[in-house]
C-alpha cells in the first residue's frame, strides 16, 4: 500500500538551509534538574498526549487526525430495524468480524416506536461486506426468520464483548453487560455466551446500580491491569457524564466513579466507546459523543486518551465533522460505534464504524471510516519546522522504530541525550542522516549504525527536529 495516500501533509516549499543551524543555536532551557525516568521498555509510545513531551519548540504542536470517510457498510431496512438503530459494536473474532446493534424504528408520523426494541447481529469476513444470518432464535411478526440475537432484558443498549481473559471459562467466553429495570430493579446487569449467539442472564440482580445508563454503556477486560473495566453513563450537575468501575470477576464491582477531564470545558457526553488500544494496551482510547442540545440536539464523536483509566485528555475537535460525508447534522445521526479492527491485506490501517442519517426516513445507515494505524495524534511540524524534546525514558531494546510521515521536501532528525539534555556521542543531530518519506516502522540510523543495546537501562532523552512532516509513534525494539 502506498502509504502516502493516508497522510495528509498541507506543508510544501524548499526549507531554507540555515534552518537547521538556526534550531541548533536555540537549545531547549529550564530543564530539571533531576525528572524521574519513565520506564518504557519497548513497548509502544503514541503521542496521544503529553506524558511523554517535556517541551515542543518552534512550530512543532500535537495535531489530532480525522479517519477517512469509507463506504456504506450496514443499512438497517429490515421490518425489526429501523430508523433509529443504535449502539454498534464490532470486533473481529478469528477470521470473522461481528457486529451487534440495537433493532429500533421511530414513526415519524405517530412521534412513537413502532415496534419493540430488539438486538440484532451481522457478521463479515471482511469488515466491509456484512450478512444478517437468519438465527432463528426469537419471533417478530410470526417468524424466526431474522437476525434477532437476543430480546430480553437489556435490548435498548446490550454491549458485547469477546472475554480474553485467560481465566474465563467457555460458557460465557463471550459477555455483555446492558441496562434494564425487570420488577422494578433498576441498573446494568451481565450477560454470558459460549458462541456470541445464544444468550443468557449471568444473574438475576443489577451488578451497577449508580448512574443514568440510558446509552451504550459498555465492559471489557483490560489485559494491562488484568481486571473488567465498563464505563456508563450519568448525569452530573446537570450534565451527561461518563462513569467507571473495576472488577476482578466480572460480578462484583467497585464504586463507580467519574472520569475526570484536566482543562476540558464541561459538555454532555453520551457514548464513550472506550477499548484498549492493542498496539499499546497500557493506553485507553476513547470516541465519545459530544451531544449539543442546543443545536436541536445535533451530536458528534470526539476523541480521548488515558493511562489510568480514570483521568482522560480530551481533544476539543470534532473527530468526525457532520459533512463527512452526508447526513450527520440530524438529531443522534453522527455516533462512532464501538470497535478497532484491522481489515484483511490492510495492515496499515485501522477501521472505525460510525452512524448517520437517523430519526428519518425508513432506515438508517453505518459507514466505514479509516485511520492509519497509530494515526489518531501526531507530532506536526510545517516547512518551517519544529523540534520535540521527550522526558527521560528508560529501554530494553536495541533499535528504535518510529512510525512516521513527510512532504517531499520535509525530513525528520533524532537526537540522544542523556538525561540533563547533553547529547549522546555518535547519536547527535549531525550523525542521524535526514529521514524521509513514510513508514510505519522505520528503523532510526545513525553514522555508527542502529545499535543502541549500550544506552538500554539507561535514562535518556530523545530529541527529535521536524520538517513538514508527522511523528506517530515510536518504540524500542530488540
Not at 170 to 179: C, F, N, V
Not at 298 to 308: I, L, Y
Request: aromatic fraction near 12%; charge should be neutral.
Amino acid at each position: 500500500m502506498n502509504r502516502m495516500r493516508h497522510t495528509v501533509l498541507s506543508m510544501a516549499g524548499i526549507v531554507a538551509p540555515v534552518l537547521f543551524a538556526v534550531l541548533a543555536s536555540a537549545d531547549f532551557t529550564n530543564l530539571p534538574d533531576r525528572i524521574e525516568p519513565i520506564k518504557i521498555g519497548s513497548r509502544l509510545e503514541l503521542f496521544v498526549d503529553h506524558h511523554l513531551i517535556d517541551q515542543l519548540k518552534g512550530d512543532a504542536e500535537l495535531k489530532l487526525h480525522r479517519p477517512v470517510p469509507r463506504d456504506v457498510v450496514l443499512v438497517t431496512g429490515e421490518p425489526w430495524e429501523g430508523n433509529t438503530c443504535a449502539y454498534y459494536t464490532i470486533f473481529q473474532d478469528g477470521d470473522v468480524y461481528r457486529m451487534y446493534y440495537r433493532g429500533s424504528h421511530y414513526d415519524e408520523k405517530t412521534h412513537k416506536s413502532a415496534h419493540r426494541e430488539v438486538t440484532c447481529y451481522a457478521e463479515s469476513k471482511d469488515g466491509v461486506h456484512w450478512t444478517k444470518p437468519k438465527l432463528n432464535l426469537f419471533e417478530f411478526n410470526g417468524s424466526k426468520q431474522n437476525n434477532i440475537v437476543w430480546d430480553g432484558i437489556g435490548t435498548h443498549c446490550f454491549t458485547p464483548f469477546r472475554d480474553d481473559n485467560p481465566n474465563c471459562g467457555p460458557q460465557t467466553r463471550y459477555k455483555a453487560i446492558a441496562r434494564g429495570q425487570p420488577r422494578g430493579k433498576r441498573g446494568l446487569y451481565t450477560f454470558g455466551s459460549p458462541d456470541g449467539i445464544h444468550w443468557a442472564p449471568i444473574n438475576d440482580e443489577p451488578v451497577i446500580t449508580e448512574g443514568a445508563f440510558d446509552s451504550q454503556n459498555l465492559a471489557f477486560w483490560d489485559p494491562h491491569v488484568k481486571l473488567y473495566r465498563e464505563y456508563h453513563r450519568t448525569f452530573h450537575e446537570g450534565v451527561r457524564a461518563i462513569m467507571t468501575s473495576t472488577s476482578d470477576d466480572y460480578q462484583h464491582w467497585t464504586k463507580p466513579v467519574l472520569l475526570e477531564h484536566p482543562g476540558a470545558p464541561r459538555e454532555h457526553l453520551y457514548t464513550n466507546a472506550i477499548r484498549p488500544y492493542e498496539r499499546a494496551p497500557h493506553v485507553l482510547i476513547g470516541f465519545p459523543t459530544r451531544y449539543l442540545p442546543n443545536e436541536e440536539s445535533r451530536v458528534e464523536p470526539t476523541f480521548m486518551t488515558s493511562r489510568d483509566g480514570r483521568t482522560f485528555h480530551r481533544w476539543p475537535e470534532a473527530l468526525i465533522p457532520e459533512d463527512a460525508p452526508k447526513d450527520r447534522s440530524g438529531n443522534r445521526s453522527n455516533y462512532m460505534t464501538w470497535g478497532l479492527v484491522k481489515l484483511p491485506g490492510d495492515e496499515d490501517q485501522y477501521s472505525v464504524y460510525a452512524t448517520e442519517a437517523y430519526y428519518t426516513g425508513s432506515d438508517s445507515r453505518v459507514r466505514r471510516f479509516t485511520f492509519r494505524i497509530d494515526g489518531f495524534v501526531s507530532v506536526r511540524a510545517s516547512k518551517d519546522g519544529g523540534e520535540l524534546l521527550t522526558k527521560p525514558v528508560e529501554f530494553d531494546g536495541k533499535e528504535l522504530k518510529i512510525n512516521f510521515a513527510t512532504a517531499r521536501a520535509g525530513m525528520l532528525r533524532i537526537e540522544l541525550q542523556d538525561a540533563n539534555g547533553d547529547p549522546i556521542e555518535g547519536f547527535n543531530f549531525n550523525d542521524c542522516p535526514p529521514i524521509r518519506g513514510d513508514a510505519v516502522e522505520h528503523t532510526v540510523a545513525w553514522k555508527r549504525g542502529t545499535d543502541l543495546s549500550r544506552l538500554a537501562g539507561t535514562p535518556i532523552r530523545l530529541r527529535v527536529r521536524i520538517e513538514s512532516g508527522d511523528l506517530y509513534s515510536f518504540s524500542f525494539r530488540p
